[in-house]
């Protein structure tokens, strides 16, 4: 019997399997969510969920809170000044952010100007530095939820400890290593490598060569770092 093949230009929605029956890292919900819809999504989804009094946020996967809003709510907190408390509190754990559920753009539905909603949103992201994702409905909701404990399963990888960039050529690779030396920068880099093609060759030089590009403090750090 032959596989039936889902037509993704249908309409028709089809019934999905549970996506996470064994997803370990569990799903901390506020015991004040326990009859809201997502709770039941995640539920449905089996995914790993446990019950407790949050005193901040509405759920806890590992060390990450967050505080979930519909877009009525979030207008009504902002409105009530409870929100800035909220903002506040979720801060206190080392990942935080915040979601508002269902957004839409029908400002005149809200006693409140339209730009005051767009200066909130711009005050939680510069102001407060929060990250905020929009979700569609409840199960869009719990399907971020789930994806955010998957994210704490996968092996933690290694972090430069500096922002990197897209290389085209060697010679930038080289540049962008020399550039990080004290002292060390874009023209000095370049001198570097006109005199000296190979970091090896650069890194083999002795003080006397240096001389030639680099100033005498610049020398000592440069030496310092490459004997420490």
């Known amino acids: 019997m032959k596989k039936q093949i889902e037509n993704i230009f249908s309409k028709t929605k089809v019934k999905k399997e549970p996506t996470c029956p064994n997803l370990k890292v569990p799903i901390i919900i506020d015991t004040r969510e326990k009859q809201s819809l997502i709770a039941a999504n995640l539920i449905e989804k089996k995914a790993n969920i446990d019950f407790e009094q949050l005193e901040i946020g509405d759920y806890l996967i590992q060390d990450t809170i967050i505080e979930r809003k519909t877009f009525s709510d979030f207008v009504g907190s902002m409105i009530n000044k409870r929100l800035f408390d909220q903002l506040r509190e979720i801060k206190k ?136």
Not at 129 to 150: G, H, R
Not at 153 to 176: D, G, N, V
Not at 184 to 194: M, Q, R, S, V, Y
């Open 93 to 228: 754990y080392p990942k935080y952010f915040l979601i508002i559920e269902g957004f839409y753009y029908d400002y005149d539905k809200f006693n409140v100007h339209e730009n005051a909603i767009r200066g909130m949103l711009l005050s939680i992201a510069i102001d407060y530095q929060i990250p905020i994702i929009y979700t569609e409905n409840e199960e869009d909701t719990a399907n971020f939820l789930i994806l955010v404990a998957k994210k704490y399963e996968r092996p933690k990888q290694e972090m430069s400890i500096r922002p990197s960039k897209t290389f085209k050529t060697s010679e930038e690779q080289k540049q962008f290593i020399l550039e990080e030396f004290p002292g060390i920068g874009p023209a000095a880099a370049k001198n570097l490598l006109d005199k000296f093609p190979t970091l090896k060759e650069v890194f083999n030089t002795t003080e006397e060569q240096l001389e030639k590009i680099l100033d005498e403090k610049k020398i000592k750090k440069f030496l310092g770092l490459l004997e420490d």
